[in-house]
C-alpha cells in the first residue's frame, strides 16, 4: 500500500500546480500555510488529551474508538512533519508528554469521554472541509481530502457506540409534512409582536445543536476549572462555565416554548478531582479551538434564524459574547508566553527602514 506521503505526491502529479518558485518547488499560499499551521497544533492536542483518556478510561469499546483516534492524529503529525520538512518550514511548537500528568485521579467518566470524541469528530470535519475549499497545491487537497474522511469515520463509530450505549441525544422529531407549502406572508419573519408561527425543522437543527455544544462546553469548564494551576486560567474556565450556563438557559427558552425536548446536561460527566491531568496551556489551547468552532455554528445558526426575527435577536448577543470571551483568551496565551504567532504577511514597513 502507498504511505500518506507517495499517495499526496502522486496527486501533485496528477492533478497539476502552479506558482512554481526556481527549482521546481511549488510555494504554499497563505490559506494552505494557516491550516496547516492549525492542523498541526489540533493534531497535537488530540495526540496527548487521547493519549491520557487511554490511560484511565474502563470501557473496552471506548478504548478502541481513543486508540483509533489517536492513531490518526499520529498520522497527521507524520505527514505534517515531512511536509515542514521538504518546505524548510519550521515544526510549530506544540505538545509534549510535559502537557499530560498520567498519574492523577481521573477527570472525566468514560461516558463523558466519548461525549468528547464525538464532540471532536464534528469540529475536524468542520475544519477540514473548510481548509479543504481554501487550498489550491493537489497535494495539499489531497491531504485535506483524507483529514475530512479521518473525522467523518470517527463520527460515525462514536455516534454507533453513542447509540448502543443509550447515550446519543436525538434532535427532536416534529411531524413529517403532509404536502409542499409555500410562504404568502410576510408575517412568517415577524416574532416581535403578536402571533409567533413554530420554528422551522432548520431553526430547531441550529438551536439544538448549539444547545448540545454548550452543554458539553459547561462539563468542560467545570472540569477544568477546578484543576487549573493558574488562578488566571482558573477564573477564566469558570466564567466559560457562567457563559454556557446562560446560552443553555436562552436556546433551552426556544425550544421549551415550541413545546419541544432539550438536551440534558453533562455535568454528571464529571469527578470531584482537584488534580489536574493536563497543563494549563493545553487546556486553554483546546478551549480556544472550542470557540473558535462555537463562533463558526452561531455563525451558521444566525443566518437561518433570521427569518424569525426575534430568534436573531437571541442569538446575536450570544455571538459577540463568545467573540468577546476568546479575546480574553487570546490575551491569557500572550501574558503566559503561550501564544504562537501563525504564519503572516512580511512586514514590508520594516524593510523599508
Not at 411531524?175 to 408561527?197: D, E, I, T
Not at 484543576?227 to 466559560?240: F, H, I, L, T
Not at 473558535?292 to 451558521?300: C, D, L, S
Request: proline content about 5%.
Amino acid at each position: 500500500m502507498d504511505s500518506i506521503q507517495d499517495r499526496a505526491g502522486n496527486m501533485r502529479r496528477n492533478h497539476g500546480d502552479a506558482a512554481v518558485v526556481p527549482g521546481g518547488r511549488t510555494r504554499l499560499t497563505s490559506s494552505e500555510l494557516a491550516n496547516l499551521w492549525a492542523s498541526y497544533m489540533e493534531s497535537s492536542i488530540k495526540k496527548y488529551m487521547v493519549g491520557y483518556f487511554l490511560g484511565v478510561v474502563e470501557d473496552q469499546e471506548i478504548r478502541e474508538v481513543l486508540e483509533y483516534t489517536r492513531g490518526l492524529a499520529q498520522k497527521h503529525l507524520d505527514w505534517l512533519s515531512d511536509l515542514y520538512a521538504r518546505e524548510n518550514h519550521p515544526i510549530p511548537r506544540a505538545f509534549s508528554d510535559e502537557d499530560i500528568n498520567p498519574n492523577t485521579p481521573r477527570l472525566f467518566s468514560d461516558a463523558f469521554v466519548l461525549v468528547y470524541l464525538e464532540e471532536l469528530a464534528k469540529e475536524r470535519i468542520d475544519g477540514y472541509c473548510t481548509a479543504l475549499q481554501m487550498s489550491t497545491r493537489a497535494d495539499i487537497r489531497w491531504y485535506f481530502t483524507e483529514c475530512a474522511a479521518d473525522p467523518a469515520e470517527l463520527y460515525n463509530r462514536t455516534v454507533s457506540l453513542m447509540l448502543k450505549k443509550g447515550l446519543y441525544e436525538r434532535p427532536p422529531f416534529i411531524p413529517v409534512p403532509q404536502k409542499n407549502v409555500m410562504v404568502k406572508k410576510k408575517s412568517f419573519l415577524a416574532g416581535y409582536l403578536g402571533a409567533r408561527r413554530p420554528l422551522t425543522s432548520i431553526e430547531i437543527s441550529h438551536i439544538f445543536s448549539g444547545l448540545q455544544r454548550n452543554s458539553f462546553r459547561k462539563a468542560a469548564f467545570t472540569g477544568f476549572s477546578q484543576v487549573a494551576g493558574s488562578d488566571q486560567v482558573k477564573r477564566y474556565m469558570e466564567n466559560g462555565k457562567r457563559i454556557s450556563s446562560r446560552h443553555i438557559k436562552t436556546l433551552s427558552s426556544l425550544l421549551i416554548n415550541n413545546d419541544l425536548p432539550v438536551s440534558m446536561p453533562w455535568d454528571q460527566g464529571v469527578t470531584d478531582s482537584k488534580t489536574s491531568p493536563f497543563s494549563d496551556r493545553i487546556m486553554m489551547e483546546g478551549i480556544m479551538t472550542s470557540n473558535v468552532v462555537m463562533i463558526g455554528a452561531y455563525g451558521k445558526a444566525l443566518a437561518v434564524l433570521g427569518l424569525r426575527h426575534d430568534l436573531e435577536v437571541d442569538m446575536v448577543p450570544l455571538m459577540v459574547e463568545i467573540l468577546r470571551y476568546a479575546g480574553e483568551g487570546a490575551k491569557i496565551l500572550i501574558e503566559k508566553g503561550w501564544f504562537q504567532e501563525p504564519p503572516q504577511a512580511e512586514d514590508w514597513n520594516c524593510r523599508m527602514h
